[in-house]
């Protein structure tokens, strides 16, 4: 070997000894760097026609494992899901108020049933009255807080999705040039690790807020799908597009988020036919916020419509069986929807009578509404009144509204159920279904199933419209229908348009018992649930919709104008705690100002089972209690589902650094070795250069 290939094997061993030394300067400087992959030099030998030349020194590359990569992106979207689901579903658990606060709902919903049993065991004094009738206005106030409550969480998770999804098109952004810095600097066979380093922070970040899959190409470029196999990054950049987060409104359905190709100055472009349009095709932070968004709060807000239809009809039924004394000179009815020629369908017996201001019975009738016959119209009914009252008192139904009013001065309007055989409508009684004596009111709802059968018309006119959409247990949308009443003038014609719509496809609709539209799916569709997204149907002009009647959703039972009849929270002594007694001939006394038979009738009514269609059959309170239960169970469950994806992902990223990280022994062990690999090629060079120096000596 000579001189010249001895010097040289020399300095590329002191070349490689010095690139060593910089990774593993490089590598012990990042000990700490969440994510580094640790560098080691490609080193090799260096041969020459067949003859051994140095050493051959490459650039620095990264030890990692791309599958132990791959599983930390997965576990980080994991605990992005879980993290938002418990932020999101602890917060809706404390809008109930902890437990036994007294300012909680289920204090306040409690506090109607004491008191009810207080109003029964009092005499029924000013002051229970008083607490009653106050306990009842703040739990609904408490519901409609409640409600209003949750419908601002479900605005604000929309505008997290908003800009959860400019943060997406940011990092996609940033991954795609630095795709083409490493594959630019990988082609020229430079080093990489500083762009490496820097995509897989990104790509860390963008694995919390969507669940994706990264693929690593041979050029060094990696490639993004969603959950749901769409591709948001390839050779060409995509973005996001997502028009709705910026309102701050609560809304019935919101717009999926749109994949859409970016332009080449960065702004969106046109769409790629794809998008993300449910929570599991996000996933990640971005799906967990979809999934509360769509399927958690209106699924609580549906839950609450339906604890405040059986809280109120059970109040109203108690309410509607008694009496004032002395008794109101009017009692004016609720909206029902209905029109003078629609059909009665009343069975049972109902007596309607007028009182004068003592208690003295002045006129009364007993109407048997079997008797009027099946073809018998609201119309029929309101004359068979003003016929028995014979002038005493008169009957009137204008704009859906009954109303009977005492035509002398002084004298007062009762109504009181046969007690062997009740009237019957739906489930309730005459004065209840409509709403004669209520104690709660609202006017987005009748607060009673309509009753409505298959051959009933439904009234809608041309040209309006209702539309609904139908969603899984996990809130993906199935499908949506607008329904038009095109089919037929009959609630059976709505029945059968359903049915034939693509709604159809996953259940079938029909009309229960007591006139509500009922949805049942199919085995293969887990938990649906409908909502009426936009409605501007209007029965016959009473203002009554489509989603206001058909009882399809809780969202619609009239919460948000809900209130206790301004005059009853004003005046206790108006609550009808009196029954009228039937019977009584005429100048007999038929109210008794001590007769506090109806008191009872409040406790009783919230103690009974009443028939909530899909939600069974059920107490107030125990619906309550469900409502209440499950919203601490889902909270409870969540925060157990972040603990388990944190212990998971913290595994992952225990996993991959174990790897690829940065082992501070192993590091210094290399770094003596290339220290000693330095002096050795340092001592051939020494020793070749004496060696050249007794050459020259000898030549002189």
């Known amino acids: 070997m000579s001189l010249n290939e001895i010097l040289s094997s020399a300095v590329s061993g002191l070349a490689a000894s010095q690139a060593g030394l910089r990774a593993v300067s490089n590598n012990i400087a990042n000990v700490s760097t969440p994510g580094y992959a640790r560098e080691r030099v490609a080193l ?40 938002v689901s418990a932020t999101y579903l602890d917060r809706l658990q404390s809008l109930l108020g902890a437990p036994g606060a007294a300012s909680g709902l289920p204090a306040r919903l409690d506090a109607i049933g004491s008191s009810a049993i207080e109003l029964a065991g009092s005499q029924a004094s000013a002051q229970t009255r008083a607490v009653f009738t106050a306990n009842v206005a703040d739990a609904l106030n408490s519901l409609r807080q409640v409600d209003g409550d949750v419908s601002q969480i479900q605005a604000d998770t929309d505008s997290e999705i908003k800009a959860n999804v400019d943060s997406v098109n940011g990092l996609l952004s940033r991954i795609h040039d630095l795709n083409d810095s490493i594959a630019q600097l990988q082609g020229q066979g430079r080093n990489a690790t500083g762009p490496y380093g820097q995509r897989l922070s990104a790509l860390e970040d963008i694995s919390t ?15 993004i799908d969603s959950a749901s196999g769409s591709v948001l990054l390839d050779s060409r950049l995509r973005q996001l597009s997502y028009p709705s987060g910026t309102t701050g409104e609560a809304k019935v359905s919101y717009p999926a988020i749109d994949i859409r190709f970016a332009n080449p100055d960065g702004s969106i472009g046109a769409a790629t036919g794809t998008s993300l349009n449910s929570s599991t095709a996000a996933g990640g932070k971005i799906g967990a916020l979809i999934d509360i968004r769509d399927r958690a709060l209106p699924a609580f807000s549906e839950k609450l419509g339906v604890l405040f239809s059986g809280l109120s009809e059970a109040l109203n039924a108690a309410s509607n069986a008694g009496s004032t004394v002395p008794a109101p000179a009017s009692l004016d009815g609720r909206q029902t929807g209905l029109v003078g020629s629609d059909r009665l369908g009343f069975t049972g017996s109902a007596t309607f009578a007028v009182v004068a201001s003592g208690g003295t019975l002045v006129a009364s009738t007993s109407i048997d509404f079997a008797s009027l016959g099946a073809g018998a119209t609201v119309d029929d009914a309101v004359t068979a009144i003003n016929t028995g009252l014979g002038g005493a008192g008169v009957a009137s139904f204008t704009g859906g509204v009954l109303s009977i009013k005492a035509s002398s001065a002084g004298n007062g309007i009762a109504v009181a159920q046969d007690a062997a055989n009740p009237s019957d409508r739906a489930g309730t009684g ?85 006139g509500r539209f009922a949805f049942a799916g199919n085995s293969n569709v887990a938990n649906p649930s409908l909502a009426i997204t936009a409605d501007s149907t209007d029965r016959r002009g009473s203002g009554r919709s489509f ?139 020494s020793a070749a250069s004496d060696l050249y120096d007794t050459l020259l000596s000898i030549l002189r």
């Open 44 to 83: 090799s030998t260096s041969v020459s026609a067949g003859r051994v030349t140095g050493v051959q020194t490459g650039e620095s590359e990264r030890i990692a494992d791309r599958f132990l990569e791959a599983n930390a992106y997965r576990r980080a979207s994991d605990v992005g899901r879980a993290d």
């Open 209 to 223: 807020l969507l669940n994706v899959t990264v693929r690593e190409q041979p050029d060094g470029k990696v490639t």
């Open 430 to 514: 005459f004065s209840q279904y409509f709403g004669l004596n209520d104690i709660i009111r609202s006017s987005g709802s009748a607060l009673v199933p309509t009753g409505f059968i298959a051959a009933d018309p439904h009234g809608f006119a041309p040209g309006q419209t209702a539309d609904i959409a139908l969603r899984d247990s996990s809130g993906r949308a199935l499908a949506t229908y607008t329904l038009t009443g095109a089919v037929g003038p009959n609630f059976g014609d709505l029945v059968t348009e359903l049915n034939a719509s693509p709604l159809g496809s996953f259940g079938s609709f029909s009309i229960d018992s007591r």
């Open 547 to 685: 989603g206001a009647l058909s009882g399809l959703s809780g969202r619609d039972a009239g919460l948000g104008t809900a209130q206790v009849r301004p005059e009853v929270l004003a005046n206790g002594g108006l609550l009808p705690l009196a029954r009228l007694q039937t019977g009584i001939a005429i100048g007999g006394k038929a109210l008794g100002a001590g007769d506090l038979r109806g008191a009872a009738a409040f406790s009783d009514q919230l103690a009974r089972a009443i028939d909530l269609g899909k939600d069974g059959k059920v107490t107030a309170g125990g619906l309550a209690a469900a409502l209440i239960g499950k919203a601490g169970a889902d909270s409870t469950h969540a925060n157990g589902q972040l603990a388990d994806a944190t212990a998971r992902h913290d595994d992952a990223v225990n996993r991959r650094d174990s790897y690829s990280g940065v082992n501070v022994d192993e590091e210094l062990s290399q770094l003596v070795v290339f220290q000693n690999s330095y002096s050795a090629a340092a001592r051939v060079i």
